[in-house]
């Protein structure tokens, strides 16, 4: 089951899913009522340091590289929660994370490197039920 990745204010679909807010900041002026994710886990988006970083808040912005691999350092202190979302594929439940609608570019977000963060994950989990399967034994 692949996972997708939208901005929150995309079309919803019927193939979306669980439907994940993965932004550090709720989108602003928006009633709970137009609100279209299932639940919003700010912890899987930058820190608020990094947010501001990307942005020039606190000076220069930095460019995708760094952004890449600090998200990624970070999201080291979120492997219950990835590893949760990876069951939660393996089950079978399609699962759409949702960022900012001002993020155009999927390419360059952090939505792309949590898919892939929870790929990686599931990778695991099916390696693992490889290692436990009984070996095969060959008729005749």
């Not at 760094?66 to 939660?88: F, G, H, N, P, V």
């Not at 792309?112 to 034994?137: D, F, G, H, S």
Request: overall charge neutral; aromatic content about 8%; glycine content about 4%.
């Amino acid at each position: 089951m692949p996972i997708k990745t939208k901005r929150w204010d995309d079309p919803i679909e019927a193939d979306d899913g669980f439907r994940l807010l993965i932004c550090r900041y709720r989108p602003r002026a928006l009633s709970k009522k137009k609100e279209t994710w299932d639940l919003w886990w700010p912890h899987l988006g930058p820190s608020r340091e990094l947010h501001a970083a990307f942005y020039g808040k606190t000076g220069q912005p930095i460019g995708w590289t760094e952004y890449r691999q600090r998200y990624l350092d970070e999201m080291k202190t979120q492997e219950e929660s990835i590893a949760i979302l990876a069951e939660t594929v393996n089950e079978g439940k399609p699962l759409t994370l949702l960022c900012s609608s001002a993020c155009t570019d999927a390419r360059h977000c952090h939505r792309t490197l949590l898919r892939e963060l929870i790929e990686q994950q599931l990778a695991l989990i099916a390696a693992a039920k490889v290692a436990e399967a009984p070996p095969q034994t060959i008729p005749g």
